[in-house]
């Protein structure tokens, strides 16, 4: 499960950048720092209210489902993991 977790984040990062380009060249610096220095939260929203226009809606649909598939394998690896750590 955290192979897979790992690939769906690597996945996460690598549509982070796309969409964190297209920020800074439509939105400026600022919006792009804003987006570094948020961990992505503002790009990933900035994303969504500007897909339709900059044409990236694939993209954040990708983005989006592979931020949710990140988050559910990686945390059933965590329970996984803790669950055989424990000693009876």
Known sequence: MGIVGGIAG???VICF??????QFQEGGIL???IGLVTCGI???IWGW???GR?????IML???VLWVAAIILNSMSGALNFTSGVTH
């Open 10 to 12: 690597l996945g996460w």
């Open 17 to 22: 950048i796309i969409v964190l380009i297209k």
């Open 31 to 33: 919006h792009g720092i």
């Open 42 to 44: 503002w790009t990933f």
């Open 49 to 51: 209210i500007n897909s």
């Open 54 to 58: 900059l044409n990236i809606r694939n």
């Open 62 to 64: 990708i983005w989006t």
